[in-house]
């Protein structure tokens, strides 16, 4: 059921191959291109990775709303749409799982976009947009406009601006915002709604306000240009080991008296990164935000009756 690394890096050069064939033959399809892990050399492939094509079509629709077209590289088992990861929500990607267990994400893009850069030239603003994905690594597969290689020299020429530091408003709205939504983690559980207060802990809040400190907190504690990925890639090998250690008591089972534990676990563990990132960057921590939140969810907690 499970293929070795041979026999997957095989399936895969196959499909590319299939698909650069196929497209030849589709008018409407004029750029296609492989981007994350087996485009890239920083971290490259493994035998878990998946297979990331984006095209660029003048007719995108004919390959959302259609599934018909993906059983020519394999046979699926399972497909679907979504919106494209970190896109502007007006894109789509059709994923596909293979019978093999291998799985191809097939993003749709407009071509508009791709005459709107051959018109206006790449900028640092795209450059900066897209880095985490383009700037990481492409491979043609497609190029029905030969305009890759032009956008290529164009893209690496421009250098995108570091990561930056947070500038202290940044830093205290992510700060305020996660122990306001300490306190309302708190009166869900109260409440019973479980659900609510796990999916706020344990997604709203790592997510939004504790994943955005440690990126922070990586490159005050070691440099501003320090490569902190997206999303939390590979955050076992940048962020303070500290840290990693301390995640494993942050996240929470299905269990109100779990949950309640994950949440205290978290606030001990947000409130030092941000204490630290804070002292690094001489800004003033909210400590009073931070006790009110605090001893609210800790009277919340004790408060609790025997049918709560």
């Not at 407009?110 to 018109?119: A, C, I, N, S, T």
């Not at 009166?187 to 994943?211: I, P």
């Not at 240009?225 to 890639?233: H, L, P, Q, V």
Request: with cysteine; proline share 5%; hydrophobic share 40%.
């Amino acid at each position: 059921m499970i293929l070795d690394e041979i026999e997957i890096t095989k399936f895969y050069n196959q499909v590319e191959k299939q698909f650069a064939k196929w497209a030849k033959t589709q008018n409407h399809i004029r750029l296609a291109i492989v981007v994350g892990s087996r485009a890239r050399t920083d971290a490259p492939a493994d035998k878990w990775s998946d297979l990331d094509i984006v095209i660029y079509s003048t007719e995108p629709q004919k390959l959302i709303e259609s599934a018909e077209w993906v059983s020519k590289f394999g046979n699926p088992v399972i497909t679907f749409v979504e919106p494209t990861a970190g896109g502007s929500g007006e894109t789509y990607e059709r994923r596909v799982l293979y019978n093999n267990g291998l799985d191809v994400d097939f993003a749709v893009d407009p071509f508009d976009g791709v005459r709107e850069v051959q018109k206006h030239g790449v900028t640092p603003e795209l450059v900066n947009e897209t880095r985490d994905v383009l700037g990481r690594g492409i491979r043609v597969l497609i190029d029905k406009e030969n305009m890759m290689d032009d956008f290529l020299k164009e893209y690496h020429a421009i250098k995108p601006p570091p990561p930056h530091f947070p500038s202290e408003h940044e830093f205290l709205e992510r700060v305020n915002d996660f122990w306001y939504h300490a306190v309302w983690t708190a009166k869900k559980l109260r409440r019973g709604e479980l659900w609510e207060g796990k999916a706020c802990l344990d997604s709203f809040m790592k997510g939004r306000c504790l994943l955005p400190l440690i990126e922070w907190h990586a490159r005050v504690t070691q440099d501003k240009d320090y490569d902190t990925w997206f999303r939390g890639r590979f955050m076992e090998r940048w962020a303070d080991p500290r840290i990693i250690a301390e995640l494993r008591s942050a996240f929470a089972h299905y269990d109100e008296d779990d949950v309640w534990q994950a949440l205290a676990n978290t606030m001990q563990l947000f409130r030092w990164i941000a204490r630290e990132v804070a002292e690094k960057l001489d800004y003033t921590y909210p400590k009073d935000a931070d006790q009110f939140a605090s001893r609210w969810v800790d009277a919340a907690y004790w408060d609790r009756g025997p049918n709560d």
